[in-house]
């Protein structure tokens, strides 16, 4: 499984982002699919994740301001990120799972600016 990340880019405090990750394989497929985050110096941590039943959890520091969700026509795994903070810049990986294999995309960047 081939996962591309998109959508990230610099923003000011407050702004928004949508991030994208497109699979080569079929949304359904994956048990889990996830947007994890690594800033310069730390480890990757889990931003948030969605089971393939919709179930959805964050981290305490995406609670209120980020949103995953699937988009089913676009074959897409998104992440809606609010109320951006400059803690939040880091690289954004889009992780899936599937029949027991974990797969991980390239990154994309996301700066905040203060």
């Known amino acids: 499984v081939q996962l591309q990340a998109s959508g990230g880019g610099l923003v000011q405090t407050g702004g928004s982002l949508r991030l994208s990750c497109a699979p080569s394989?079929?949304?359904?497929?994956?048990?889990?699919m996830a947007w994890y985050s690594q800033a310069p110096g730390k480890s990757r941590e889990l931003v948030a994740r969605?089971?393939?039943?919709?179930?959805?959890d964050y981290a305490n520091s995406a609670k209120g301001r980020f949103s995953i969700f699937k988009d089913n026509t676009r074959n897409t795994i998104n992440l809606q990120m609010n109320s951006l903070k400059p803690e939040d810049t880091a690289v954004y990986y889009c992780?899936?799972?599937?029949?027991?294999?974990?797969?991980w995309g390239q990154g994309t960047q996301v700066t905040v600016s203060s």
């Open positions: 992780n899936v799972h599937r029949w027991g294999n974990e797969y």
């Open positions: 394989g079929n949304i359904y497929t994956f048990s889990e």
């Open positions: 969605i089971h393939n039943s919709g179930i959805t």
